[in-house]
């Protein structure tokens, strides 16, 4: 598994940056909007 850097809008004035571990960035965008919601991860990037 891979580390993946999100970036993602809790509410209209904040964000927040997070790590997930997933096989993939595209996986790694579908675990971040699972908990934040569908189109609130703003920006993500392979970390290692």
Do not use: D, F, P
């Amino acid at each position: 598994m891979k580390q993946y850097r999100l970036w993602v809008r809790i509410n209209q004035t904040q964000t927040a940056n997070t790590i997930v571990y997933a096989e993939n960035a595209y996986t790694a965008k579908q675990l971040g909007e699972a908990q934040y919601g569908v189109g609130n991860v703003l920006s993500y990037m392979e970390v290692r």
